[in-house]
Each structure stands twice: as C-alpha cells, then as structure tokens.
C-alpha cells in the first residue's frame, strides 16, 4: 500500500539531514531512482526550488510543538515545478533522531503565489511566516505582537529614509526576532508572579537560540545580527552581549524600541497596559540612555507628528 501510495513517505536523520528510508512517489514525481536518493541530504538543492524552506521545517521538527504543514517546491525530471504540502514530525526510533516528512502533490493549477513575487522571496516568506506560526502556537499571548512590532520598525526606517534593502532587513528580522522564545516553558512565559533568577535566564536565551535557529537561512542583509543585538541597549545593560553605543546596530534599536512600546502598551501576565502617551514618554526617558538620541525623536515624531498607530492583526 505504501508503495503504490500518492503520497510521499521519507525518514531522515534529525542530526545530518540524510533520508534513510523512502517510499516511491516523491521519486516518481521528481524522476530519481529511490537509490540515488537513499543517504542524500534531502533538503538538498537539487531536489527543491526552496532548500531552506525544507531545511527550515525540519529543524523545526525538532521542537515539541504542532508544526504546521508547508506548500514547497520540488523540481521534476525536466526541472519543471511540482508543488507539494510538506509536513514533518519526529518519530521514536530509540537513540538516533528521525523524522517524517509527508509530501502531498497539490494542483499544479492552484496559482498559489503572486506573479510579482521570486521564487526566492516565496522562499523566504514561507520561512518567515512557519517561524511566525509555530511562535504563536508556543506562546499564544505573542499573537500579533511579531507583525506589530515589524510594522512600526519598517515604518519608522522608512521615516528616517534609510535604503529599501536596510529597511527590508529590518523588517524581516522584527517578524522573526522572539522566535527564540518556543525554548521556554509555556509556564515562564505565562508566569503572573516575579521570575526566579533562573527563569529570568531562560528568557534572555531566547536570542542566543533564536539565532541558532536561523543562522542556516540566506537572509538579505543582517537579518540575523538585528535578532542577536534587539535586547542590547547603548549604554551596555542589555544583552546578551552588553554591546555598547555604536556597537549596537542601529536597526536593532529600531527593533528593540518596537518591542519595548508594543509590550508596554498591552496587556501582559505581569503588568497592565499602558497608554501610548506613558509608553512615549518612557521612551524619551530612555533617549541617549537605552537608544540613540536622533532614533527615539523619529519615534515619537511617528506617533506624536505622523499619527502613526500599530496596525490591528
């Protein structure tokens, strides 16, 4: 039955990537012998228009958390598209670490994307947006927060002029910067009472973490250093580095600025939400202190000139 299924079985190596075991249909689709597939990495160029998007989930897989499926695509005999759903979970196999990764052949007719965007931007998107869900599903209480803290960094790069590719690069990384978070335990983070020391250090891994879960990924610009530095302050007190004044990336600030309102202007666990005037005020507290004087101005001309307002999502 599973030789003759539509539907795409591997088993791989958590560890290196490599496909142990196979059935027929995702070499029938893609017109390769099983046996040359058999110890292949199978994330692996030549079998995928997206390598990283398939690299991505299965890092992800890892985790202990519902990973949701991804439309990918794979390359066919003629290095025509064949657009698959793929989902992968670990299974128990004693001391070694594998996981399966189902593949659904979707319509080739379905017309998933825009025609403006690249294949390599639907790649990107698509990593993006797993990252995205997979945090919201750990950490129900970041619903939005992601996207609204995106939205303002872009908007206030866009406000200071700064080039199309340095504003996109700070956008990416603000939709992804606590994906570092899905390694604390949903009990810290939902915590009402004060952290224990330790608990306090379980959240300030999130970036270290964060950044290992990335790093693999061809991001344009320094998509991953902006998620490294987003808690570092200029006047060293942040971390986890303790970077000082020009050592933190200005970008990272504009991200560490969008974070700090959007938590201090909802409702959280542990204190209540405040209103945008205290939160701006807070902020000019800050101006020199935890970010660059000429930053926290632009910020607050944003909301105070330009009637800037976070979107609802």
Partial sequence: ?????????????ADSGRI??????????????ASSLLSSVFWSEAGWKQPQVVQTLLSLANLPLPMPAMSVTASGPQGEDVPVTLSARLVDAGPRRLVLCTLLRENLTAGRHAVYHSADEIALMQVVQTLITVLEVHDPDSIGHQRRVADLAAALARRLQWPAAEIQAVELAALIHDIGMVSV????????????????RQIQRHVKVGVEMVQHIDFPGPVTSLIAQHHERINGSGYPAGLRGSQVLRGAQLIGMADMLDAMTRDRPYQPAQTMEQALGTLLMASGVLFDADLVKACVELFEVDGYRFPVV
């Fill in 185 to 200: 335990p949903a009990r810290v983070l939902g915590k009402r009472e004060f952290l224990t020391a330790e608990e306090v």
């Fill in 20 to 33: 142990v075991r196979l059935n027929p249909a995702w070499p029938r689709w893609t017109g390769r012998s």
């Fill in 1 to 13: 039955m599973l030789d003759q299924a539509d539907v795409g079985l591997v088993l791989v190596d």
